[in-house]
């Protein structure tokens, strides 16, 4: 068992973070909030990284920690983290998956009833699929009575798509009144589901940690640098075991995704609590940086002045995202009160 | 990053099973708890005692030493795969770790030729150590500590009290920390002493747990004579060893911790069924993020391994250190609380199996206090992690 990264792991983030700490700044974040083209350029910098989603999952969640940290806009984690996912798990149409993975095609899946739960159902709604207007594929799963299918349908923005607004807009979410567009002609196998959806919850997981990571990068930031009482307030030790507290709980999360993404990898039995445990890990993550952060930060961290607030909104949608954290604990208990 | 083992890790993991199979005692077969149990009268139990020559003459003591000091010369890797497995069976090494992992260790480092001969002896537990350090003012602050050493010629004069001093009522030895310069700043007036424990002027006073038993003691010192020759180190560079433990095995501590945590877990589950709440999604979320935590400081242990492998100093101690006490205590109230009404019942009759929740949640604060309390341990993840100013 070894968990260091190899040599090109270490590349690989290290060229992840400059690339993202130029093309993707806070201002970028910012005005993506009222203009949605700003993520052009920035899909145009990432899609030579769409490869990823094919590959390793622990190259894959390196990345994608990375993207999290700078709350990057854009369709990266839709098309290369979920729907290059079920393409691969389904072992699907081969020319589709090459270009999902060349960059050259952007998508996303329609997964979730009305309930909001990433668990196949017949809802003919389906609800918080990510980035489904700058997609130009969806993966519609369904639930039928004789299991769940798939349908790849082109160009998802010509149709009626309904926004659901969050607090975050780095991510945008759509609900789709499917129709009689439901064909379902590749079967999905409970085990191509569950790859899939397992690989999903590991990746959001270190989307979060990426997120939880910068919240807590900028407070222990802004704790070292303002002073009251004539000495910076990181010297005092009330905020210091906080600080404590937070990076402890970022590490662990950060470490748990590291493991479920290497169970993905090794195709180990223990793989689904591997990554119900990330997931629910890097919520509590998510949370506590968020917590902490705003109130070490004091009265700038409740403005939208200050940039905090922009990974604070990440960080709450993503806790919500494929499963809010109890949803995760209610798997986890599920299997260990089996 | 790869999951499976190597090779030869594996064929370390078979011969040690293959031991263990063969000869762990029969007190220790279906687990043995540190933290229920009580020994019968012994402090320390002849069996476990037994058990520890044993593990040493096979050299599965500490296999990362030579096999004239209880080991094999394994790897780190296999080290942390031996702490693993003794771990997952609750197989204890020893129950006095005084003299296996802190005498031992620091006598190798420190020690001159003549000192380095009580070495075997400690790691084998044929002689029983103690430890000096805490005192009624020197807890958090042990550089602060008072009991002093006077040289008068070739003898060392040494007056004051320890205090949580684990087996000082069967030790032969002690291993004490004393102030030898009474002028100089605290850290560099204190010295590395061997006292042996029959030596006239020392009074041991146990002290009772809060559970009841009787493991660690105050040492009152009246004029004890110590010979210059017992001095270990350097003359008021006694603060460089109070470091000092078993290096090479720091970064797999956490084992049994997590180990530990685990098995409190699934103790739970067991506990929540027997009580009728395991349909109870209030009770089923808490167990179940008891589990991610200990789940997710199993990772975080592996990983700051995997650093310490490598030859950086990993941070991951001190967090391992905080995270698996506290989660400790947590998950044994926990246990109270899905007792209910019965949470703080002894009564073997009455089906809170003898208080045992009630007295792990106690004796668990012992994890959260010795060895560099959770509130140090947040200073120096703060300090010397974070990098953030002293206070």
New interface residues.
Partial sequence: MDFSLTSEQDLLATTARNLLAKQCPPALVRSHVTDRSVQAPLWACLRDYAELGRNNCTDLCIFLEELGYVAAPGPFFASVALFAGLLESLDADSALRDATAAGEIVGTVAVAGLNGFWVPSDDLVKSFIVDADIADHIALVHATDSGVVVTVLTNPGERALTPVSTVDQSRRFFEWDTGDEIGGIIPCSPEAWSAFIDRSHVAIAADMVGTARRLFDMTLHYAKEREQFGKPIGSFQAIQHKLADMSLVVERARASVQYASMTVDAGSADRTRACHVAKAAAGRAARSALLEGIQIHGGIGYTEEHDLHLFMRRATASEYLLGPTSWHLDRISDEIFA | ?????TEPDQQFLSELRAFLDEHTPVEAANGFDFQGEANGDAIIAPWLQAWQAKLFDNGWMIPGFPPELGGRNCTP?QTMIYLEELSRRRVPRATHFPGYAIVGPSLLEYGNDDQKTLVSAAIRGDTIWCIGMSEPDAGSDLAGLTTRADLDGDTFIVNGQKVWTSYAMVASKCFCYVRTDQQAPKHKGISLLIIDMDSPGIEVRPLTHINGQAEFAEVFFTDVHVPVCNLVGELNGGWAITQGSLAHERAGLWVDGVARLEQT??SL?EL??ANGC?DD?GV??K???M???A??????G??G???Y??GSSAP?HS?MK??SSEAGKAAFELGMEILGPYGAVTDALRGAENGRWVNSFYISFANTIAGGSS?I???I???R???????
Avoid: D
Avoid at chain 2, 1 to 5: D, P, R
Avoid at chain 2, 295 to 300: A, F, G
Avoid at chain 2, 385 to 391: A, E, K, Q, S
């Fill in positions: 990053m790869k999951l499976e083992w890797s877990v699934t589950v929540a069924k395991h999604v089923r979320r167990i179940a993020a589990h991610e935590l789940s997710s400081l199993r990772s975080l592996y990983k391994f995997a650093s492998a490598q991951e967090y905080l995270a509130e341990q947040r200073n993840i703060a300090q992690v974070l990098g953030l100013p002293r206070n």
